[in-house]
């Protein structure tokens, strides 16, 4: 693979080296959170962190594991950097993504530390692009303080329901309610449009539901414009964790298979919109 | 009003809903004794279409303890419970609809599988009875078909083509594309197809006639048609008169009802008939205060009775398309100044009426409640008509 007979030298300069046979593997899971242009790096010797944020209210993670890399070099404890999400997921998709089976592209992901530029070396049949892509100061990610501990309910649903429920929500809606609860209605998506409202709900010992674990009933809305994104993660998801804390936090976690079928992880955070006590 | 559909019913009534909407942007329900109603109708009256669901559709059917009850709601939002078509019939188990009649709401629930349940709360507003009078054992003209043979012959259409003209021999039957009179017709593209009384399962044709209805509108039927399975039938007559398209089984009947294109110098053609008295031009009044929640329906089927009554009525009513938003008084000028203007291809309108319960409903009463509803337009001809 001519991405692997770059010089020692070279190779001594880079403080983070990401190598992929598969650059779909990053780039599809990238796409998942890809709603601003911007996106923060975070590496450390567990993989790579992606985040992209939303007006303070909304963030996404995206998190790719070291041993999905077919290499992965990491000389500091953490390094971190901003770039154009927008122009990265180009880079990656230089090739035109083609669907015949055996054809990928290869990426040799590396950057050389502050003030660098991130390097992409990809390859498809022979023909190698370089690209080098600008980098940023990263800036620091909004701790939402989202811990176990304060978590109220949650419930974990196979993907395939939920999918069919966010394409069919009401857009007109300003705001999606989440109600969950120890009783009826257990699980429910609410939307208030145009039309009038309409109301989704799971029940608890549906075949859907793998884990059902609700403490009190809870009410809370969220503004579909931050929320829409996440269907982007729940359509490659094949599960979905949604959690509450005390606060009405939600935390949405998708559980995403790669097309070599190992486990990547992305993370939805959202502000409440309004406190809902009851309906 | 509750009702509940179950299997695969339910995707036929999103199919219903679905054709509908090819018509009209609103959807009239209302439960009668024969079953569920659903109603659409264009914006310029020139359309209308009619699904009866018989209580046979329905695993459950309870009719509201309101007997006069009817609502309209935009059609867009039905068709929101019922997304995903395709996968309904896997995914939906039972539909109920219900009437909330404290919160104004009709409520859609979808029983689905895994236990998913989704309801829909969709407010409505409250309307007259939305219904065309029509006869189709009255037409000269019936024919039959396999959805499949109507689907293969509208292909050859452009998807654009809004008109197209259907004319019947004893053994044959043509379609061709309408092209206006004034397009250049060396650049326009003509297409005609022929089709032989053979390939028809019914063929009836007393009076060789030649139609032009609006295509577009048709669609919606005959997605429905083959979907379903279910034979087509056409019931027209001379142009001008309203050609009816249904299909039915033994739980359901839909009907299509489109105007035609009317003979250009033909004033006669031009008139209602079973609901109106000729002293009167009380529908277009309504048309007048343009609320479509007074409408009078009646038929453009025969002669007018009395030109020397309103002798501008036969131009006005040929125009409806046009006039309708007009005040009355602007209407008349404007007609006259049509009718001496280039030639007249406008389709007759069909004019919408109050609640009529039996198409024999005699002429007077109907007269009486046209009157109600004509008092408070702007009708410059009531002094003439009284």
């Known amino acids: 693979m001519p991405l692997s007979t770059q010089s020692q030298a070279d190779n001594d300069q880079y403080i983070l080296i990401a190598s992929l046979d598969n650059a779909r593997n990053l780039s599809n899971i990238l796409k998942a959170i890809s709603f601003r242009e911007h996106a923060i790096f975070n590496a450390t010797q567990n993989g790579l962190k992606v985040t992209v944020e939303d007006s303070k209210c909304l963030q996404a993670n995206a998190f790719i594991q070291a041993e999905i890399f077919q290499e992965y070099i990491i000389k500091e404890d953490a390094v971190g950097f901003q770039v154009n999400l927008t122009v990265l ?191 | 009003m509750d009702c509940v559909a179950t299997g695969g019913n339910v995707k036929v009534l999103a199919k219903a809903i679905h054709s509908l909407s090819r018509i009209g942007e609103e959807l009239y329900l209302e439960p009668v004794e024969d079953g569920l109603a659903l109603r659409s109708v264009n914006s310029s009256r020139s359309a209308f279409a009619c699904f009866l669901l018989s209580p046979l559709f329905f695993q459950r059917f309870q009719a509201p303890s309101d007997q006069s009850f009817r609502c309209k709601m935009p059609i867009k939002s039905v068709q929101a419970v019922f997304k995903s078509l395709a996968s309904l019939d896997r995914s939906v188990e039972k539909c109920r609809i219900q009437l909330n009649s404290e919160k104004s709401r009709l409520t859609i629930t979808l029983h689905c599988k895994h236990g998913l349940l989704k309801t829909h709360n969709l407010s409505f507003q409250d309307c007259e009875s939305l219904q065309a009078v029509f006869d189709k054992d009255s037409c000269a003209n019936v024919l039959q078909a396999q959805p499949r043979l109507m689907v293969d012959t509208v292909l050859h259409f452009p998807p654009s083509l809004e008109e197209v003209n259907l004319s019947v021999s004893s053994d044959r039957v043509w379609l061709r594309n309408h092209v206006e009179d004034d397009a250049d017709s060396s650049r326009a593209m003509m297409t005609e197809l022929c089709l032989s009384a053979e390939e028809f399962d019914h063929f009836a044709v007393s009076t060789q006639t030649s139609i032009t209805f609006c295509l577009k509108e048709l669609r919606g039927l005959l997605v429905f048609a083959e979907s379903s399975g279910l034979p087509i039938s056409m019931y027209f007559d001379e142009p001008g008169s309203p050609v009816i398209l249904s299909v039915t089984d033994s739980v359901l009947e839909g009907n299509f009802v489109l105007a035609t294109l009317s003979e250009e110098s033909h004033p006669k053609n031009h008139v209602n008939s079973n609901t109106k008295c000729p002293d009167t031009e009380q529908p277009p009044d309504d048309f007048m205060s343009d609320d479509m929640d007074s409408f009078l329906i009646a038929m453009e089927t025969s002669e007018l009775p009395g030109p020397s009554h309103v002798p501008t009525s036969p131009p006005r009513l040929s125009n409806r398309k046009d006039n309708r938003k007009h005040s009355f008084s602007e209407e008349e000028q404007e007609e006259e100044a049509l009718t001496e203007g280039p030639p007249n291809k406008k389709f007759c309108s069909l004019f919408f009426g109050s609640v009529l319960p039996t198409p024999s409903h005699m002429p007077n009463q109907t007269m009486q409640s046209q009157e109600v509803l004509a008092s408070d337009s702007e009708d410059e001809n009531e002094p003439q008509t009284s």
């Open chain 1, 89 to 279: 997921l180009d880079c990656l998709t230089i090739f035109g993504g083609s669907t015949v089976p055996g054809v990928c592209t290869a990426l040799r992901m590396c950057y050389s530390g502050y003030g660098y530029p991130l390097t992409l070396f990809l390859e498809e049949g022979g023909v190698v692009t370089v690209c080098r892509i600008k980098t940023q100061e990263p800036e620091e990610p909004i701790d939402f303080d989202f811990c176990s501990t304060n978590v109220t309910n949650k419930v974990i649903l196979q993907s395939e329901s939920l999918k069919e429920a966010f394409s069919e929500l009401d857009m007109t809606s300003e705001v999606l309610q989440i109600t969950m609860s120890p009783s009826h209605p257990y699980f429910r998506l609410s939307t208030f449009g145009n039309s009038g409202n309409a109301h989704y709900d799971y029940p608890k010992d549906s075949d859907m539901m793998e884990l059902f674990q609700c403490t009190k009933i809870q009410t809370n809305r969220y503004k579909m414009s931050l929320l829409k994104p996440s269907t982007k993660a729940l359509a490659l998801s094949c599960k979905v964790s949604v959690r509450t804390d005390s606060r009405g936090f939600l935390s949405l976690q998708y559980l995403v298979r790669n097309d070599d079928g190992q486990i990547c992880f992305v993370e939805y955070y959202c502000c409440p919109d309004e406190e809902v006590e009851e309906e």
